[in-house]
């Protein structure tokens, strides 16, 4: 086997880049390491070009069960079945970090696979990018990069960032808290990829650390500039196609022009689709020779040109709006359906969003077991669905593609900063986002419906979270950049960046930007968070406009759940042996669920009145008695000296014969029988743990109401001597 390797030192660790033969028909692939973590990179180019009208990149994410050392899946396939929602993500990670770097009217399929090897405390999505930049680079694929990638991390109460976290730095929910998880990727001082969960943090935080990741960047620059310099293969040449053809120019300034004259430069997303109808239409008779996805792409291209010049050059949106400013807004908390939770709903323009929440007990928590998270529980849910209808169009129905996860991750992220901690409010919760129409961000529309549902369903949310994406047109020759506020359709598709920021009044929760150019200056991303500020506290007005806060009461519909404590010790007392006890309680209350934490914590879930009658029996089963305490118990033995009578599921006392009247009494069985339910308090537990019972000292009548009178005994009995007797007489038992 052959092999070389380079290494660097990041954030306190070695950073290894192995290139061996392993695949060595692949056009590139490398073999990257960091602690213990390892992921494996190959790139490959199709040998012709296609036919479609865009680029057919395809980035594979493959996460191996045997890199975390286990044997995952389900009991009945235990192999690698489709991709985890977190290899999506981290697929989309790389994916939106080297597209842009590709060259413009390239069309032959490119493949670049990930492949998980070893994962033990950091996250391998940062070394995925960097694996495949180096893939790239070395490899004959025309490719203009190479690319890095840095992960920070910043801890509740220290100002410090951290280079590369590990995955315990990064939990929320264990102290020390982490604050911020910010993942940029990017190259010659530019950015072109962001990824940012937070807990409100300022947007100052998030300049200080895209400043520290772009220095980390760099360093990892000049390491991959030094490798692909050594061992780089020739570039595969590349003729981008005409686009400014001498034969088609005339033909769309006398087609097209005149008619965005007519519009007076302002177009909507109707207007697009309807100018290249008519380009294709007049074209296509034109130019018979000329193949038709060629005419497409020409008009793409001088759409685009169009649209940025009216940005930069006359400093105009396709639609009339000013830079900053966002389309008519509208919330509404509630009123969709009694039976449905919570909902809410909002529209920024054209783009409207139904979001229907849905409560349910904590064993209605999400198991989640991939090489990252084994054995977990997720009890916050958002699952984002893009119908074709959304946008005027017929398609396939149904299922999840990668587009809705990463939008559904990404909404996820920026309500869970503010939601509420399991002791407080121990439901799982569920929110769906159904898009119902589409130009502009449905997934910051999402965050926004997501809001109004979770205060309409009753939950406790620290804040309102709001969203809105950013964009932008630029001219990187004349150093010229125009960010535009709640981008829509037009200015989404021939813009030079999608940049969605979340957060409440008070801070960012969450970030994702992915370009079209090979990056962005941090001062423009500085004016781009200003901005979306700006708009993220006009659109939380209007959503307190419909509701201020979260309602005081749940909906009646959904389950009630009853937070109990036992001693770490009594767990195993509910549970029984085989799940027998907490089994039965089930049975007998009709409660939903009964969760039991390690820590003694049972949640009670049911409706109504079932948690209420199941609590009540862990109660009994768990509780601690103290002396002075009356019940109303059964008699289940007789003996000479007295009853024993059963005060609890698992506890009974002695009642002796001298604690039922204040007077002599012969036998027991004069005053009680066994299945009798009598008065008694708890008199006192003795040093061996005994639980010695009274009737008297509960009822003074209850000798007279069973018709016992002194006659019937001698006098009164000498109560120190009976105690000797009725420890002779437990003894003898």
């Known amino acids: 086997m052959q092999k070389k390797e380079y290494s660097v030192e990041i954030g306190g660790k070695t950073l290894t880049a192995e290139f061996n033969d392993w695949a060595d028909q692949a056009s590139g692939s490398v073999l990257v390491r960091y602690g213990n973590s390892a992921v494996f990179a190959t790139a490959v180019m199709g040998n012709k070009d296609s036919n479609l009208d865009y680029f057919p990149l395809s980035v594979e994410y493959e996460e191996k069960f045997y890199a975390a050392g286990a044997i995952l899946g389900s009991r009945f396939m235990r192999r690698e079945g489709r991709p985890s929602d977190e290899a999506t993500l981290s697929g989309r990670i790389v994916d939106r970090t080297i597209r842009p770097l590709f060259p413009k009217g390239l069309k032959r399929d490119v493949q670049v696979i990930i492949t998980v090897l070893s994962l033990e405390d950091y996250d391998p999505d940062v070394l ?29 109460g220290n100002e410090e960032f951290i280079v590369n976290p590990t995955y315990k730095q990064r939990e929320e929910e264990l102290p020390p808290k982490a604050r911020l998880d910010l993942l940029a990727c990017g190259k010659d001082g530019l950015i072109n990829m ?41 570039k595969t040449t590349f003729i981008p196609p005409f686009q400014d053809d001498v034969h088609l120019a005339p033909a769309f300034d006398e087609i ?71 389309r008519e807004l509208y919330a509404q908390a509630g009123g969709v359906s009694p039976v449905i939770h919570g909902t809410g709903l909002f529209y920024r323009g054209e783009t409207h969003v139904l979001a229907a929440l849905t409560l349910g007990g904590p064993g209605d928590a999400q198991l989640i077991d991939t090489i990252e998270y084994q054995d977990a529980k997720k009890r916050f849910m958002l699952h984002y669905n893009f119908p074709p209808f959304s946008v005027g169009e017929t398609g396939r129905v149904g299922g999840a593609n990668r587009r809705m996860i990463g939008h559904g991750a990404l909404a996820e992220k920026a309500l869970r900063a503010v939601l509420p901690q399991k002791e407080v409010f121990p439901y799982t919760v569920r929110i ?3 898009c119902l129409a589409s130009n502009g961000s449905t997934s910051m529309a999402t965050v926004c419906a997501g809001t109004l549902a979770l205060m309409d369903a009753g939950v406790p949310i620290a804040k309102p979270v709001a969203g809105i994406a950013m964009g932008m047109m630029s001219d990187p020759k004349a150093k010229i950049y125009k960010v535009l506020t709640d981008i829509q359709g037009p200015e989404d598709h021939h813009g030079d960046m999608d940049f969605k920021v979340a957060g409440t009044s008070d801070g960012v929760t969450a970030v994702q930007m992915d370009v079209k150019v090979e990056g962005v200056p941090i001062p423009v991303l500085v004016e781009a968070f200003a901005q979306a500020k700006k708009a993220r506290l006009e659109i939380l007005n209007v959503i307190k406009e419909a509701l201020f806060e979260p309602r005081a009461d749940i909906s009646p519909r959904a389950p009630k759940i009853i937070t109990m404590k036992v001693q770490v010790d009594q767990i195993g007392l509910v549970i029984g042996p085989g799940g027998k006890t907490i089994n039965g309680i089930r049975e007998r209350t009709g409660c939903e669920d009964i969760t039991i934490e390690e820590d003694g914590t049972i949640f009670i879930t049911g409706r109504n009145g079932t948690a209420e009658a199941a609590h009540k029996e862990i109660h009994d089963l768990t509780r601690e008695y103290e002396p002075g305490e009356r019940f109303e118990g059964t008699v289940t033995r007789l003996m000479d000296f007295g009853a024993f009578v059963k005060i609890g599921p698992n506890t009974e006392g002695l009642v002796h014969v001298s604690e039922v009247a204040p007077f002599r009494i012969d036998a027991i069985s004069d005053a009680v029988h066994v299945g009798d339910v009598v008065p008694v308090m708890l008199k006192e537990i003795d040093e061996k743990g005994r639980y010695n019972l009274s009737i008297k000292a509960a009822d003074p009548e209850f000798a007279s109401k069973k018709g016992l009178t002194p006659s019937q005994g001698g006098p009164p009995r000498d109560h120190g001597n009976d105690r000797h007797r009725n420890e002779r007489s437990r003894r003898r038992i």
Do not use: C
């Open 432 to 434: 769906v986002s159904e």
């Open 128 to 156: 995925a990018v960097t694996a495949a930049s180096l893939a790239l680079g070395t490899s004959n694929i025309p490719w203009n990069g190479p690319v890095s990638a840095i992960r920070l991390g910043l801890e509740e």
């Open 256 to 326: 097209i022009v005149p008619l965005l004259s007519e519009k007076n430069d302002r177009l909507d997303k109707k207007d697009i689709g309807k100018l290249k109808s008519e380009w294709l239409g007049q074209a296509a008779l034109r130019f018979e020779e000329i193949p038709l996805n060629r005419l497409e792409t020409y008009y793409e291209h001088r759409m685009d040109q169009y649209v940025h010049d009216l940005a930069t050059k006359k400093e105009k949106r396709v639609d009339g709006r000013r830079f900053d400013q966002v």
């Open 194 to 234: 962001i990824e940012v969960g937070a807990r409100e943090v300022g947007e100052d935080v998030l300049e200080a650390g895209l400043k520290r990741a772009s220095i980390e960047i760099e360093r990892l620059q000049t390491w991959q500039q030094q490798i692909i310099a050594e061992k780089g293969a020739e």
